[in-house]
């Protein structure tokens, strides 16, 4: 017997996931793996055995109800209810299921952009073809990105790098303008900002706009307004360019030119694409530091406060001791 609980908050009135549950026969064993296929290819998550999860709309209902009507003419049988979260799993636990979904999705992208690299600067026969297929690869794992992965901006920024090689033009963006042109502005990042945002924010209160505001938003669908400007997010004025991480991709548009943020780009480089590209001896005690600043503050403006302190004590460290 299936038993569904339709639980309650009494803040959000409207149910924000939409749960599968289903039972499958034993045979054929074919099925089974059609309908796993079926889910994932639809960004579905598990978060029980076979209960699955999508975030609540329209098209979410219309997708899971293919799905049922799968289950049931393959012999199996399920349901589809509306949640809403109150004890147990948290509505920010399932989203992070989510986001390591779709980060491991990014991930194999990254690996196999990394892998063409070589063959983008030689112009390997059908090597556009290569690169076109992981642009669509990325788009069919961005379409269920519902909640903006941190991977997104990276994935994004090695294929605009490979297409810019590619059509031989440079992949780094322009020099934005003078520094005055970005005084008085708010910047707009995502929520639940980490390494690479908050060494930028620091970065450009550091040397940019002491009074520089910061606004956080959802990853995916922000519109911005008059005077904002977006790092590190999808379609921003400031993200990912190539392999260069938001924070490098500052420095170099707004000509930073100093040895101590060098070395601090480097850190938050080989932290925020997971690499160890630059290696340097301080970077893993720096991951450790900024990573339980993100366990300690759930609020944006605390972890930036947090953060600039750390980054300023190492802004100091390097400058100091000559990198």
């Given at each position: 017997m299936i038993q569904?609980?339709?639980?309650?908050?009494?803040?959000?009135?409207?149910p924000r996931w939409l749960l599968l549950i289903h039972q499958l026969p034993p045979k054929p064993a074919y099925l089974r793996v059609k309908i796993w296929r079926r889910l994932q290819g639809l960004g579905a998550v598990s978060i029980k055995n076979t209960v699955y999860a999508l975030p609540a709309s329209e098209q979410a209902t219309e997708d899971l109800q293919w799905v049922l009507r799968e289950i049931v003419e393959g012999g199996g049988?399920?349901?589809i209810c509306e949640a809403r979260l109150v004890d147990g799993l948290?509505?920010?636990?399932?989203?992070?299921?989510?986001?390591?979904?779709?980060?491991?999705?990014?991930?194999?992208?990254?690996?196999?952009a990394r892998q063409l690299e070589a063959a983008v600067r030689g112009r390997s026969a059908g090597v556009a073809a290569d690169?076109?297929?992981l642009r669509r690869r990325f788009g069919d794992v961005a379409a269920i990105d519902f909640f903006g992965a941190p991977g997104r901006e990276a994935v994004d920024g090695l294929l605009t790098g490979l297409e810019a090689e590619m059509q031989g033009t440079t992949e780094t963006a322009a020099p934005f303008g003078s520094r005055a042109d970005l005084v008085g502005r708010t910047w707009v990042t995502r929520t639940g900002v980490r390494i690479d945002r908050i060494a930028s924010a620091w970065l450009i209160r550091r040397f940019i706009d002491a009074d520089a505001r910061f606004k956080f938003v959802p990853a995916k669908g922000y519109v911005p307004e008059p005077g904002e400007l977006r790092f590190d997010m999808f379609e921003a004025e400031f993200t990912h360019v190539g392999d260069r991480c938001?924070?490098?991709?500052?420095?170099?548009?707004?000509?930073?030119?100093?040895p101590a943020v060098r070395a601090i780009a480097e850190i938050v480089h080989d932290i925020d694409l997971k690499e160890s590209k630059f290696a340097r001896p301080e970077t893993t005690g720096v991951d450790h530091v900024v990573a339980g600043i993100a366990i300690a503050h759930d609020d944006d403006e605390a972890r930036l406060a947090r953060g600039a302190a750390v980054f300023g004590d190492l802004y100091e460290y390097f400058r100091r001791k000559g990198t």
């Open positions: 569904v609980y339709h639980l309650m908050r009494m803040d959000r009135p409207d049988e399920g349901t948290s509505d920010e636990q399932v989203e992070s299921m989510f986001h390591a979904a779709r980060d491991a999705d990014y991930a194999r992208i990254a690996d196999d690169v076109a297929r938001t924070f490098e991709v500052l420095v170099e548009r707004l000509g930073v030119d100093d």
